[in-house]
């Protein structure tokens, strides 16, 4: 039996940030698996979480939660069967909604498979003060379907945020526990709390721009191409993504200061640099920067906006700050 987490939390909570604190934090005897879905088709995370003593599988391009998310079926069981890990830790875009994807894991099937254990939702307290995040149904639901609360960031809240999360715990909290952390530090053995949260939730309304095959893997570049850009749409939100070759060096300020000035609301970065790597993630305003001596195989960005953005002159922008 695989002891069985769900990770969720909305965009920019800081669940990828948790996930490689609780990983650094796991007992050396074990093995730890990771099943990340990101709305985007890059495939940022991965590369965040690279290295992190997890055997780590990706699902990107969309929400692992829909009707025929298929591909979450086959990750998962690949992990299980294959790998057969200590302890599975999945986390959804922070734009699914989990109804489906507790359905999946409390089927007959898995029954012999998995322990699922508490559900852990991240949440920025100040998300609650902004209707496009609060009226939000994924919003709600997440923290509806959790058994922990992680109120996360707390070192960047302002008095009105700790009044907002007091109001929301009076009217939604159930008597669920709320953990105030920082930077995503989770104490590793909340993970072994039993689920007791069986709230039954609404369906999920999802509304795609497009239907596609979802894969199991973040995008390759094709042979000899030296980059390329993917967009996807779905829950109001649009993505825009590029991979670039293992050649292309990008200017280190001049990266930082892309992504600071970028008018979007999410960004992520894993890119290299003359002095190897660079790790970039925004929320907001909040820029967390990170850098590695050891250059990833290729770089990757994303982008997410609650509404369409000049994609092209981004990109022009981003040219301009390549090296070779």
């Known amino acids: 039996m695989t002891k069985t987490n769900l990770i969720t939390g909305f965009l920019g909570s800081g669940k990828t940030t948790t996930i ?15 099943l990340v879905n990101e709305f985007g088709e890059i495939g940022i995370d991965g590369a965040l979480l690279a290295n992190s003593g997890a055997v780590l599988k990706e699902i990107p391009g969309g929400c ?11 990750g998962l069981n690949m992990l299980l069967q294959q790998e057969k890990p200590d302890r599975l830790l999945i986390e959804p875009t922070g734009l699914g909604h989990p109804k489906q994807i507790l359905e999946l894991l409390t089927q007959e099937t898995y029954a012999g498979w998995i322990d699922l254990l508490a559900t852990v939702c991240l949440l920025d307290a100040r998300q609650l003060s902004q209707p496009q995040y609060r009226d939000n149904e994924n919003f709600r639901d997440q923290l509806a379907a959790a058994d922990i609360i992680l109120a ?20 939604y909290g159930l008597q669920r526990p709320v953990h105030h952390i920082e930077q995503g530090r989770m104490d590793v053995a909340l993970l072994d709390l039993p689920r007791t949260n069986h709230t039954e939730l ?8 497009q239907a596609k095959t979802q894969g199991l893997a973040a995008l390759r570049l094709p042979e000899n191409a030296r980059w390329r850009r993917a967009l996807n749409q779905g829950q109001d939100y649009t993505s825009c993504g590029w991979i670039f070759d293992g050649e292309t060096l990008f200017d280190t300020v001049g990266m930082m200061e892309w992504i600071r000035l970028a008018p ?16 970039i993630n925004r929320q907001g305003q909040d820029l967390n920067i990170e850098t590695r001596p050891v250059a990833p195989l290729d770089s990757r960005i994303e982008l ?18 390549r090296l070779g």
């Open 202 to 209: 609404p369906d999920a309304h999802h509304h795609h721009a």
């Open 264 to 279: 979007v609301e999410r960004a992520k970065a894993v890119v290299r640099i003359p002095e190897g790597s660079l790790l």
């Open 304 to 321: 997410i906006h609650s509404s369409e953005a000049d994609w092209n002159a981004l990109q022009t922008a981003l040219f301009k700050i």
């Open 20 to 34: 490689r604190h609780l990983l650094a934090s796991k007992p050396q005897n074990q093995r730890w698996a990771v």
């Open 152 to 171: 996360n960031k707390m070192d960047t809240w302002q008095p009105q945020d700790n009044l907002a999360l007091e109001a929301w715990q009076a009217q």
């Open 64 to 74: 692992m939660c829909c009707v025929n998310g298929l591909p979450m079926q086959v």
